[in-house]
């Protein structure tokens, strides 16, 4: 249930609404923090704003832009630099009732949380690679890449991952990076089932974020893992972007770091539903 001030309500204060005639305007901003803003680029480049599965809003001052709110499905991504745009960011995230998740530095994310009731907040580390921090890793297996054939297989793999909480509310949306061309998955296979997989996402000019890294449990601490993302990292450092991603525990950590990866700020997902 979302909470915040009648006086505000009352006011009717409104976020504006982008069209892609306001893509320039909005990448010249997020592109100042490119790492931290990664999931913003990547929709804003990639995806035609009119869209029915995308809204994009700002706030703005008379000199610049201040904030960025995006919908993408039923799942949210904002991006502040001025505290007091936050309640009138909870106001616009309040009137989805379909909303599931907002995302954010988990600074922005916390100030929020103060307007809306969420279910629990999960805090990740993020982190960064670049071509020159990358260290290519010796592996035993060689991942295969995903094709449009094998998103449904995926969906089933990852859903049967428990850390991941995947639910069918998220089907529509999942393997959106290789039907749109926005990122790429690799993944491993043994006795013909996916046992491991890393995704790339949101890839635009500038990076791309990865996600769903993860191993089914019988086959963990064998360098799954590891072999997909060395496979994903080398590519994406190869066209010389800056690879993304977040974590929230030291396993995972260690892996990330042994390939390049460092920290450069924290991530926080609000949860909804």
């Known amino acids: ?49 009119e869209e029915q599965f995308i809204d994009v809003w700002i706030l703005e001052t008379a000199i610049k832009i201040t904030s960025v709110l995006l919908r993408y499905y039923k799942y949210y991504i904002v991006y502040s630099e001025d505290n007091n745009d936050i309640e009138k960011i909870s106001i616009q995230i309040s009137k989805d009732k379909n909303c599931l998740n907002i995302a954010g530095l988990e600074e922005t994310i916390d100030k929020i949380s103060h307007y809306m009731q969420f279910k629990e907040i999960k805090r990740e580390y993020l982190s960064e690679l670049t071509h020159n921090s990358f260290i290519e890793l010796r592996t035993n297996y060689i991942p295969i890449k995903a094709t449009i054939e094998n998103i449904e297989e995926l969906f089933t793999f990852h859903k049967s991952i428990s850390e991941f909480k995947v639910t069918d509310d998220s089907k529509d949306s999942f393997g959106q990076e290789i039907n749109n061309n926005t990122g790429r998955i690799y993944y491993i296979k043994e006795e013909n089932v996916i046992v491991s997989s890393a995704t790339l996402t949101a890839e635009n000019s500038i990076n791309g974020m990865i996600i769903g890294v993860a191993t089914a449990e019988k086959y963990r601490r064998k360098g ?50």
């Open 1 to 49: 249930m979302v909470e915040y001030s009648k006086k505000n309500v009352e006011k009717g204060y409104e976020m504006i609404k982008c069209s892609n005639k306001n893509k320039i305007k909005l990448l010249d901003f997020l592109k100042n923090k490119s790492s931290e803003n990664c999931f913003l680029i990547g929709d804003v480049e990639n995806f035609d704003l």
């Open 224 to 273: 799954y893992a590891k072999a997909c993302m060395n496979a994903l990292c080398k590519e994406i450092v190869d066209n010389r972007k800056t690879a993304i991603l977040f974590y929230n525990n030291e396993d995972a950590g260690k892996l990330y770091r042994e390939i390049g990866f460092k920290e450069i700020n924290k991530w926080a997902i609000g949860i909804l539903k």
